[in-house]
């Protein structure tokens, strides 16, 4: 069972929270194998070390925000965490509800007691490179829509609308993987049609490179996360390209887009602008760990779109971004995900990315090489080399 977060709010808590959040996708159990460099094919290699974790972006991303949320120096806060997702046995509940523990409630996910059934990846992670190749296997029946709807349908049944405690909202946030487009439209349609639309926020990561109906479901979210790898595989050159490209084509209001160490990409409808911020330039051979940080990015800015204050300025697109670049950066530069929260937080003073050396914000894609933020006007118009791709 998770733990509900204290009842009496901090000071300077934001009054504009949401209830609860709820994370959709695949849970796995990862072997991650640490090599000097890739092996060669049809070689042998020694590994220099071997971690098991529970993985899967999804819980990569909860492992990193319930350190965000509960951290004594965060103003945000939500009442519930949840993570749906289909797993092979109920020991394996058991375990992932121990690695989110106390925070997330695991309880509700499906489990299909399937002779063969596995969720398992082999990660390859190069210290010579500093990048990670991972290999997957899932053979588990996805959860079909009634199984869905009856998980959050409960959900919302168990915590339900109301002012208890008073500074919480009633809105919820449900994020979503993104891995099978056709079954996740089915979920979103299930939310749509049973619930008022300004009580849910959703949001989907649009991260695998031509997967068949992957891109449409930014016509059915509110906030949409893109990959590096799929907008390169689309023909972008740039998170701002890819932004100012997909906007009206979709419905999505709020939309991202990483690009590793060059300039992350933000457009809220509202403001009618790209916003960019560059990560801080990470030194040769400075990663120890590039696995799950792009789930780290997502987590950052859940975070911060937690807190469901309207995105009404170009100054509260760049401390979002500066803050998801900011947890990645920090990621990248420390083994697993344990610390994060007291890092970011300790670091607050120093955020990633700035203003020109005016003290100006650039402007018409001016984009500066050392950590600049850019402002550009908006126009109608699974092996990765990216540290900050997600898992």
Not at 21 to 29: D, E, P, R
Not at 214 to 235: H, K, M, P, Q
Not at 315 to 333: D, P
Request: charge should be negative; hydrophobic fraction near 35%.
């Amino acid at each position: 069972m998770s733990r509900s977060f204290d009842t009496r709010p901090p000071p300077g808590l934001s009054h504009n929270l949401v209830r609860g959040l709820i994370v959709v996708g695949a849970c796995y159990h990862d072997t991650i194998y640490t090599v000097p460099q890739y092996p060669e094919e049809d070689g042998k290699l020694r590994a220099s070390s071997v971690e098991r974790r529970a993985g899967g972006n999804g819980t990569n991303t909860l492992r990193v925000l319930t350190q965000l949320l509960h951290h004594p120096a965060s103003r945000i806060r939500v009442q519930t965490l949840h993570m749906l997702s289909v797993v092979p046995r109920q020991s394996w509940v058991v375990e992932l509800a121990r690695s989110l523990a106390p925070w997330v409630d695991m309880m509700r996910s499906i489990t299909r007691e399937q002779e063969d059934g596995e969720s398992h990846s082999i990660v390859i992670r190069s210290q010579a490179t500093g990048t990670r190749t991972i290999v997957n296997h899932r053979n588990l029946d996805e959860m079909t829509v009634d199984e869905f709807a009856r998980c959050v349908d409960d959900i919302f049944t168990v915590i339900p609308p109301g002012p208890n405690p008073p500074y919480y909202g009633n809105a919820w946030h449900v994020h979503f993987e993104g891995r099978i487009p056709d079954v996740t439209l089915q979920y979103i349609q299930h939310l749509r049609s049973s619930y008022a639309r300004e009580m849910i926020t959703t949001s989907v990561e649009v991260e695998k490179p031509k997967r068949p109906g992957l891109a449409e479901l930014a016509d059915i979210v509110d906030v949409v996360f893109y990959s590096r790898s799929w907008a390169v595989a689309e023909g972008y050159r740039s998170a701002r390209e890819c932004l100012e490209a997909v906007a009206p084509t979709v419905e999505a209001q709020t939309l991202f887009c990483t690009w590793g160490g060059e300039a992350s990409a933000m457009l809220a409808k509202g403001l009618g602008q790209v916003v960019t911020v560059t990560p801080k330039p990470i030194e040769e051979n400075g990663i120890v760990d590039a696995v799950g940080a792009g789930d780290t990015f997502n987590a950052g800015i859940l975070y911060m779109l937690l807190d469901s204050s309207p995105i009404t300025s170009v100054s509260r697109c760049e401390e979002m971004l500066k803050f998801a670049n900011r947890l990645a950066w920090l990621k990248l530069h420390k083994d697993g995900f344990v610390g994060l929260g007291d890092l970011v937080f300790e670091d607050n003073g120093h955020t990633n990315g700035h203003t020109n050396g005016t003290g100006h914000t650039g402007t018409n894609g001016q984009i500066g090489t050392d950590g600049h933020t850019g402002v550009i006007g908006h126009t109608n118009g699974n092996t990765s080399d990216d540290p900050y791709d997600g898992q």
